[in-house]
């Protein structure tokens, strides 16, 4: 079992920066593949990013490139998520996520955070 919780969404400008974190409690935290995925009032959930079990391999969606940034410290069973030259349409809840294969899905996933939320303002 792995639990998950979120912190540090909130209210952002347009063009400011968040940065997500989730920690996770259970001893196998390295042996899961860890993403984030948002869900935005009216639209579908999507994948946002994803880490593998070393931190080594990150996958991001085409919207967030450039802009967010995926890391782990298993060391410190946390997954963080740095987002950089935030939208209006970055806002969203954003979930933690983990699972034991390499996806970029927007579902199947083993466990979920209760989700925190992100609003960029303009």
């Known amino acids: 079992q792995v639990q998950l919780v979120e912190s540090g969404g909130g209210l952002v400008q347009i063009g400011g920066s968040l940065r997500l974190s989730c920690a996770a409690a259970g001893r196998t935290f390295s042996s899961y593949y860890m993403g984030w995925l948002r869900q935005a009032p009216g639209k579908e959930r999507e994948f946002v990013a994803g880490?593998?079990?070393?931190?080594?391999?990150?996958y991001y969606a085409d919207s967030v490139k450039g802009r967010f940034t995926i890391a782990r410290d298993n060391g410190k069973n946390t997954v963080y998520m740095q987002m950089n030259s935030l939208k209006v349409e970055d806002t969203a809840v954003y979930y933690c996520?983990?699972?034991?294969?390499?996806?970029?899905?927007?579902?199947?996933?083993?466990?979920w955070g209760q989700g925190t939320q992100v609003t960029v303002s303009s």
């Open positions: 996520v983990a699972t034991t294969f390499r996806t970029v899905s927007n579902q199947g996933y083993d466990y």
């Open positions: 880490v593998d079990w070393s931190g080594g391999t990150r």
